[in-house]
């Protein structure tokens, strides 16, 4: 063994302490059991120096010498902790393939070691050699024991998630589950876990495929269905019927959540409401499901029923509330409070109760909801009409990054809209569409505000435009369907688009809307009731009550339709489409 010069003095002194105090003890006595005692102790103290000698090795600049140092250590005493150091060493040294060559010599001299193994296998995976490790895969499985089996496999996607062959990894991972999917206790977990490596890999029918085999299993699992959340979010119309299914029955409020979630950020607000409704009824002392209902009542206009909401929250997270608890805790708590004093100032604002809106915007500690509280008070002073000083409010925030800038021109946009100055607020949506010119949800904002400014053309070019570049957009398949209906243009498009919208969200009801006013600007007035009065059951809304009591008035049901409209009116008596229905047919409800 060839040493650094500098490590030669070092070793050979090492070396002399203990062969002479070897050589002592032979010359006092020649026993048998001394001398197995001295090869012992020799054997031992080589095997010492060799680990230090590649521990400095490692430390002055030489990890390969000191690698190669450890993993002989390793092997000459097949000790786990060396052959780990090795393996360190190797990765310290950023040598990926020396780290796997010292974790195969482990688990060659110790087959029965899981650790071993699982190195084997992490390293392949970190190399990107997917195909090797198919092998060190099923000796994990087979090697983990039975109470910690699931957990395993459940792993398994994050273990391969930045492979560059997710498909080959896919395919490695049902092959080594193959012997669990019809175990009671595994078969859903191993399916759901097959599903989430296709859905990495652009399978998507695989996936819907898994999860159906999965659920077939086990109908309560949350696995599976969350899966299927995941399949529908990426536009996959397919999974809805699996989604569906499986919370009309009993469910965690833990999936509950996460697809009342879903339905939010996808903008279902009815489904949404169906769900955090039913969350609140069967697990009324948790906190998140009240503030998002209020959120959704808020938004609905159904003021009294928001606060009731929000006092639930309220009182729940004052109980929730213990001293000690996590700085991660602490922070969901003052968010969660963050958010139901902007929705109580909210709540105060439509009420024209200004000062209470004040109040509850001052209660808000959190500097980080410096945006959220400054919107608050713009909006306040809009209401006021300070347009000027609403928009130099929210301009004097600071904005540090480009991310601040947009929710600053979101926030000022917002300002213009709710002053009703839409040909400006178009305008300063148009800056904030330039600094993201792929966001969906901003192309649309900017469609919808055109046809506020009068530019229905140009709503309708924004409109297609959006769809061309994101086909699955259903509003933008909605609001392009209800635009040519309501001017009555080009109804049979407008009825294949807004189908076309309900397929992406089936039974939303204000898409449903849109459908029924297609069918009254058809001729259809028996079709366009039925589809009218199924939208405004599932969804009371002030502008469903416009376009109900108008198809109400036209079959000469007078009464009906003024009693609908006088509903919509306690909705949102603001409502434009509503003020116009009814300037328009000379009506006083």
């Not at 999917?181 to 859905?199: C, D, F, H, S, Y």
């Not at 500690?365 to 959220?372: F, K, T």
Request: with cysteine; glycine share 6%.
């Amino acid at each position: 063994m060839l040493l650094h010069p500098r490590l030669r003095p070092l070793a050979c002194a090492l070396l002399v302490l203990p062969l002479s105090l070897g050589a002592q003890a032979a010359s006092a006595t020649k026993s048998k059991a001394v001398r197995a005692d001295e090869v012992r102790e020799a054997r031992t103290a080589e095997l010492f120096y060799e680990v230090l000698l590649g521990e400095l090795t490692a430390s002055t600049g030489e990890p390969g010498t000191g690698y190669a140092l450890m993993l002989q250590a390793a092997r000459q005493s097949d000790d786990s902790a060396l052959y780990r150091r090795a393996i360190e060493i190797a990765l310290q040294a950023r040598s990926g393939d020396a780290a796997l060559n010292a974790a195969q010599a482990w688990r060659s001299a110790q087959p029965q070691s899981r650790d071993a193994n699982r190195f084997v296998l992490q390293i392949l995976i970190a190399l990107n050699r997917v195909g090797d490790s198919a092998e060190p895969l099923r000796q994990e499985l087979a090697q983990t024991p039975a109470p910690q089996r699931a957990a395993a496999i459940a792993t398994i996607p994050r273990l391969y998630a930045h492979v560059s062959d997710k498909t080959l990894a896919a395919d490695i991972t049902a092959q080594a589950l193959q012997g669990e999917l019809q175990k009671p206790a595994l078969g859903a977990i191993a399916w759901t876990t097959i599903g989430q490596m296709r859905l990495a890999a652009a399978d998507q029918e695989g996936a819907l495929a898994a999860a159906r085999q999965a659920l077939q299993l086990d109908p309560q699992a949350d696995g599976p269905v969350l899966l299927a959340l995941a399949l529908s979010e990426d536009g996959m119309s397919a999974a809805e019927p699996l989604i569906a299914q499986h919370f009309q029955g009993a469910s965690s409020p833990e999936a509950r959540m996460a697809y009342a979630r879903s339905l939010l950020g996808r903008q279902r607000y009815p489904e949404a409401a169906v769900q955090l409704k039913r969350l609140t009824a069967e697990q009324p002392s948790l906190p998140d499901p009240w503030l998002l209902l209020a959120t959704l009542q808020v938004q609905d206009g159904r003021l009294d029923g928001a606060e009731a909401s929000l006092r639930q929250f309220m009182a729940l997270t004052d109980t929730a509330t213990a001293p000690g608890q996590s700085h991660q805790a602490s922070q969901t708590h003052q968010a969660g409070l963050t958010q139901a004093f902007l929705l109580q100032a909210h709540i105060a604002e439509k009420r024209q109760q200004y000062p209470q809106a004040l109040a509850w915007l001052d209660r808000i500690p959190n500097p980080q909801e410096l945006l959220g509280a400054q919107l608050r008070r713009a909006s306040i002073l809009v209401h006021q009409g300070q347009l000027a000083q609403a928009r130099a409010l929210i301009q004097a925030l600071p904005s540090g990054s480009e991310q601040d800038q947009r929710m600053k021109l979101a926030a000022e946009v917002q300002l213009l809209r709710e002053a009703r100055q839409y040909q400006a607020a178009y305008e300063l949506q148009g800056q904030l569409v330039a600094l993201a010119p792929d966001d969906g949800d901003l192309l649309y904002d900017q469609a919808m505000l055109a046809d506020k400014a009068g530019q229905r053309e140009t709503m309708e070019q924004l409109l297609r435009a959006l769809i061309a570049k994101h086909p699955d957009y259903h509003h933008a398949y909605n609001a392009l369907g209800y635009s040519l209906a309501d001017r009555g243009a080009n109804l049979p498009e407008a009825k294949a688009l807004v189908q076309k919208a309900l397929e992406y969200a089936p039974g939303d009801p204000f898409i449903t809307d849109s459908l029924g006013w297609v069918e009254f600007r058809l001729g259809n007035t028996t079709e366009a009731l039925r589809l009218l009065e199924q939208a405004y059951r599932a969804q009371p809304d002030a502008e469903i009550a416009a376009h109900l009591g108008e198809v109400l008035w036209q079959l000469q049901h007078p009464e009906l339709a003024r009693k609908t409209w006088r509903e919509g009116l306690e909705l949102n008596p603001d409502n434009e489409t509503l003020q116009k229905t009814l300037q328009r047919l000379g009506v006083q409800p």
